[in-house]
């Protein structure tokens, strides 16, 4: 089975901290994905990575960084934590682009 | 851009009825389309793909959806619906020609009523 591993279920962070999300997965996979999903909203892409050190915008990419060094670990960066980061961070991989994505369990963050 | 709309934000049903949740995609040339589920704080679960062929496809938990071309739509469908399948459901669409991830619906909440 994949297995997609996010570090944290749930984190709280202060206002301006710099915070690290942390992603490892299993299958060798080539594609790995961070997703912010909030109520009425879905999931929206915040980045994308399609090989190591390689990334791509999603749709909301504001305030939000990427870090690929290693095949199986994908990072996703507060610089300075905001409230309006407050939500439900999921990351996923995947074989090829447009294959199926596998989900980690998700990471709940509350900014204070 | 391509979006997916998934009609019903909530839809309730009776444990033991059948259960229809619709989905429609942008993309109309050759779209991936997938249903995923979500159960309360869990990521996020594969139910059923469509790629190409047969237009009605299984999944797992004796989910199905058909692709209708015509109608731009991926409903999924379930016979006899079961305490347990209350959760989260998303459609998505994957159109091809970039390095974006997949592109979800707004998801549809179910609730199954005793």
């Known amino acids: 089975d994949v297995k997609v591993t996010q570090s944290s279920r749930y984190l709280v962070k202060r206002t301006g901290e710099k915070v690290f999300l942390e992603c490892v997965q299993d299958?060798?996979?080539?594609?790995m994905f961070w997703y912010r999903q909030d109520p009425g909203l879905g999931l929206r892409l915040i980045y994308f990575?399609?090989?190591?050190?390689?990334?791509e915008k999603g749709d909301i990419p504001e305030g939000y960084s990427v870090s690929r060094e290693k095949k199986e670990r994908f990072s996703l960066i507060l610089e300075s934590a905001s409230t309006n980061q407050t939500s439900m961070y999921l990351c996923?991989?995947?074989?090829?682009?447009?294959?199926?994505?596998?989900f980690g369990a998700g990471t709940r963050l509350s900014v204070l | 851009a391509q979006s997916v709309t998934q009609p019903d934000i909530h839809i309730t049903v009776s444990e033991g009825a059948s259960l229809e949740l619709r989905c429609n995609y942008s993309?109309?040339?050759?779209?991936?389309l997938f249903w995923y589920v979500q159960s309360p704080g869990q990521g996020l679960q594969l139910l059923l793909k469509?790629?190409?062929?047969?237009?009605l496809v299984q999944g797992i938990k004796g989910f199905e959806a058909e692709f209708k071309r015509s109608q731009s739509s991926f409903n999924l469908r379930k016979p006899s619906v079961h305490w347990s399948d209350a959760a989260e459901y998303f459609c998505a669409e994957y159109s091809g020609g970039g390095a974006d991830g997949l592109t979800f619906g707004k998801g549809t909440h179910l609730i199954i009523q005793p």
């Open positions: 990575s399609y090989d190591v050190k390689m990334k």
């Open positions: 469509y790629f190409s062929g047969d237009t």
């Open positions: 993309y109309g040339a050759t779209p991936y």
């Open positions: 299958m060798d996979h080539e594609n």
């Open positions: 996923a991989s995947s074989y090829s682009v447009g294959n199926i994505q596998y």
